[in-house]
């Protein structure tokens, strides 16, 4: 079964999940943009890379370059104390708006087995009684 979604997620959900997957593992840019897609999120590189850059920015994640004999060297991202915490807090607020999302479903299928309701009549617009009423200054 895929549990991925099917709509767009909000883009300030990129960075929680960015701040997630590198502390499930470490890993370089293009590495992130790939297990992002598990997530539900699509594989906007240049968006991936901007957040990166945020986020050490902010001091959440650092960066080193990792070198090997067999390729180029890559950026490594991991994560700091500040990321994890910003972690924490995204999570609480990942939360609250799973809890808002879940109550505004049961109140959609409730109201869904409830019947609809016949339009109200609209009133007659040039009645007397709406004229009389719009002259003496009622709406």
């Known amino acids: 079964m895929d549990c991925r979604p099917t709509g767009p997620l909000p883009k300030s959900f990129l960075q929680p999940c960015l701040l997630l997957l590198i502390k499930e593992e470490p890993g370089y840019g293009y590495d992130l943009v790939t297990r992002l897609s598990d997530l539900g999120l699509d594989d906007d590189s240049a968006a991936v890379y901007r957040a990166l850059?945020?986020?050490?920015q902010r001091g959440?994640?650092?960066s080193y370059w990792h070198t090997s004999s067999t390729g180029p060297a890559r950026r490594m991202?991991?994560?700091t104390p500040a990321g994890d915490d910003a972690l924490f807090a995204s999570v609480t607020a990942?939360?609250?708006?799973?809890?808002a999302i879940e109550r505004y479903l049961c109140r959609h299928?409730?109201?869904q087995s409830r019947p609809c309701l016949p339009p109200a009549e609209e009133p007659v617009r040039n009645s007397p009684l709406l004229h009389d009423l719009a002259l003496r200054g009622h709406p």
């Open 109 to 111: 299928a409730l109201a």
């Open 60 to 62: 959440e994640v650092y």
């Open 53 to 56: 850059r945020s986020l050490e």
């Open 77 to 79: 991202y991991g994560l």
């Open 94 to 99: 990942v939360s609250q708006t799973h809890e």
